[in-house]
């Protein structure tokens, strides 16, 4: 079974930034083998989709990397395969970035259906992440 543990979540000024990890571990598969996604969810709100990224980390024919509408062109994900890790730089931060951010790995839906799908058998516990003056 692998197990995600998100962490650097905290609390930030608007305009600010903030750097999320996924960091996986107790599965036979390392973490390359998976599409991850991060998700956020606000009091009151649904869950949304923030950012998805491939196996290799490259846009093109494994997936690629997506963002959701609201985030593009101020998050950036990326992964680190050594560290068995994926992050979510988050730049200019707003107020309604605040959530508990999720990340969740799947072996087989790409990033392109992670929107649409029943994505990720298996997620983390969240972090919080408050945009607060």
């Known amino acids: 079974q692998l197990q995600l543990v998100e962490s650097g979540g905290g609390l930030v000024q608007p305009g600010g930034s903030l750097r999320l990890s996924c960091t996986a571990s107790?599965?036979?598969?390392?973490?390359?083998?998976?599409?991850v996604g991060w998700f956020r969810q606000a009091p009151g709100k649904e869950r949304e989709p923030v950012s998805c990224?491939?196996?290799?980390?490259?846009?093109?024919?494994?997936?690629?990397?997506e963002y959701g509408d609201s985030v593009k062109g101020r998050f950036t994900i990326s992964r680190d395969n050594t560290q068995n890790t994926v992050y979510l730089q988050m730049n200019s931060l707003k107020t309604e970035d605040t959530a508990v951010y999720y990340c969740?790995?799947?072996?087989?839906?790409?990033?392109?259906?992670?929107?649409?799908?029943?994505?990720?058998?298996?997620w983390g516990q969240g972090t919080q992440v408050t945009v607060s003056s």
């Open positions: 969740a790995a799947d072996p087989l839906i790409a990033c392109r259906w992670y929107k649409e799908s029943h994505f990720g058998g298996s």
């Open positions: 107790g599965s036979t598969l390392a973490l390359e083998h998976y599409f």
């Open positions: 990224i491939s196996s290799s980390g490259n846009e093109g024919s494994d997936g690629g990397i």
